[in-house]
C-alpha cells in the first residue's frame, strides 16, 4: 500500500476553500474514477482553509497515475483559475504499518 500526502497550505479564502472542492468532486474525482483502479481518501480542513488530501492505493504507480490523470483535466465551465492554486506540496510515500483501535482493541 501506497500514500499521497498532497498539501494546499493556508490561509486560504472561503471562495478558494468552495473552488477547490468543486473541483475535487466535479473535475478531479471523476478523472480518478476513469482510471478504475481502488482507492481511498481523506480529506482534511484547517479553520484557516489548510487542506491536506492523504490518498491510498495499492500501488505508487497507481498513485502517480493518478497524478497525470488530474493535471490532464480541464477546468470546467465557471471555474476560476485564480482561486484553483496548486498543491504547495506532494509527497509520496509506502504504508509501513495500519492501526485500527476500537474500544482499547488493537486489531
Same mark, same amino acid.
Given at each position: 500500500m501506497h500514500a499521497q500526502i498532497t498539501y494546499f497550505r493556508g490561509p486560504r479564502s472561503p471562495q478558494q476553500?468552495?473552488?477547490?472542492?468543486?473541483a475535487g468532486h466535479e473535475r478531479v474525482l471523476p478523472a480518478v474514477q476513469a482510471l478504475g483502479r481502488r482507492f481511498r481518501g481523506y480529506r482534511l480542513? =484547517?479553520? &484557516?482553509g489548510t487542506e491536506i488530501v492523504i490518498s491510498l492505493a495499492d500501488r505508487e504507480e497507481d498513485l502517480l497515475d493518478m497524478q497525470k490523470a488530474i493535471f490532464a483535466t480541464t477546468l470546467l465551465p465557471g471555474e476560476d483559475p485564480a482561486l484553483l492554486t =496548486?498543491? &504547495?506540496?506532494?509527497?509520496?510515500?509506502?504504508?509501513v504499518e495500519v492501526f485500527d483501535v476500537e474500544g482499547g482493541q488493537s486489531s
Open positions: 476553500v468552495a473552488a477547490a472542492e468543486f480542513l =484547517g479553520a &484557516d =496548486g498543491p &504547495d506540496s506532494v509527497e509520496l510515500f509506502p504504508v
